[in-house]
């Protein structure tokens, strides 16, 4: 009987998380504890963490972190409130991709900022106001976290325009692209971009 206890719990643990994202460069999953919940100890690989909800002292909405590699960890909240977050698991190779040269932290560092970076990744928060348009800009393959609702539209290299709405939390795979940003919504707009090295 506890044998069966255990893998119930088990097996409800498992089921708060989703895979969104999973190709040759990136597994990216949408994890779901209630408060004091832990999905079973396993391996990880190097790995970006992305709250999408307040649980602290583990999480704040919209707040990034570096996991090293780790051949035993279990994800936990030990928090009384409940956790959202997105994990981004890196694979190797790293996915080809031109040099860029034009740098939205360069470009516009008022809406374009760096969390962190090292040599795996480099993860951007980009925040617009409403109705501000960013210049064009390069990024290379990364996973896009929609930390708030947003309708923004993108203007892209070839002349294309791409009507993005999104719901916050929403995640999506990008290829190296160029394209420049206009926040046409009436809030101020954020995501978090993880660039792949």
């Given at each position: 009987m506890r044998t069966l206890v255990l893998a119930l719990i088990a097996v409800s643990a498992v089921a708060q998380s989703a895979v969104e994202i999973d190709n040759p460069y990136a597994h990216v999953t949408r994890i779901k504890l209630a408060p004091h919940e832990k999905l079973p100890v396993r391996a990880y690989p190097?790995?970006?963490r992305i709250c999408l909800s307040d649980a602290p002292p583990l999480c704040a909405n919209g707040a990034t972190a570096w996991l090293p590699a780790a051949t035993s960890r279990a994800e936990e909240n030990p928090s009384a409130q409940p956790l959202e977050e997105v994990l981004i698991e890196l694979k190797a190779p790293h996915p080809p991709s031109?040099?860029?040269t034009l740098d939205p932290v360069k470009l516009d560092p008022k809406y374009h900022t760096v969390d962190f970076e090292n040599d795996r990744v480099r993860v951007l928060r980009t925040v617009l106001a409403p109705h501000i348009k960013s210049?064009?800009?390069q990024h290379l393959p990364y996973v896009v976290v929609y930390i708030t609702e947003l309708h923004t539209t993108m203007a892209l290299a070839d002349g294309k325009l791409v009507d993005n709405v999104r719901k916050r939390g929403e995640i999506a795979w990008r290829d190296a692209m160029q394209h420049s940003t206009?926040?046409?919504?009436?809030?101020?707009?954020?995501?978090?971009?993880?660039?792949?090295?």
């Open positions: 190097a790995t970006v031109p040099p860029i210049p064009m800009h206009e926040n046409i919504g009436n809030q101020t707009a954020m995501e978090i971009q993880v660039e792949l090295k």
